[in-house]
Nanobody
């Protein structure tokens, strides 16, 4: 029932910027945490950034200082502002949302959006 819809991916030159958006629908609750993961060819899926309902954030060391995650709790939407992009940022970016019910964590995923950083 819960769906996460991503947008904002594309091709950008090194040093450029992109903003990813992820809108969650079909839920009557706010997600305890939302975030972004990415997966490059031949690599595992890794956490990029996450944000809690209260606004606490954490980032992968590789993106710290360049990426900023935010969320609009009223609309269950999260954003990832990506600045100073590098070729190594090229990956499929997946939106994630986590909810807790009855003491268990439930993860929901977007389909993924391609980000390519190349000149």
């Amino acid at each position: 029932q819960v769906q996460l819809v991503e947008s904002g991916g594309g091709l950008v030159q090194p040093g450029g910027s992109l903003r990813l958006s992820c809108a969650a629908s079909g839920s009557t609750f706010s997600f305890a945490a939302m975030g972004w993961y990415r997966q490059a060819p031949g690599k595992q899926r890794d956490l990029v950034a996450a944000i809690t309902l209260g606004g606490s954030t954490n980032y992968a060391d590789s993106v710290k200082g360049r990426f900023t995650i935010s969320r609009d709790n009223a609309n269950n939407t999260q954003y990832l502002q990506m600045n100073s992009l590098k070729p190594e940022d090229t990956a499929v970016y997946y939106c994630n949302a986590r909810a807790f019910r009855m003491g268990f964590a439930y993860d929901y995923w977007g389909q993924g959006t391609q980000v390519t950083v190349s000149s």
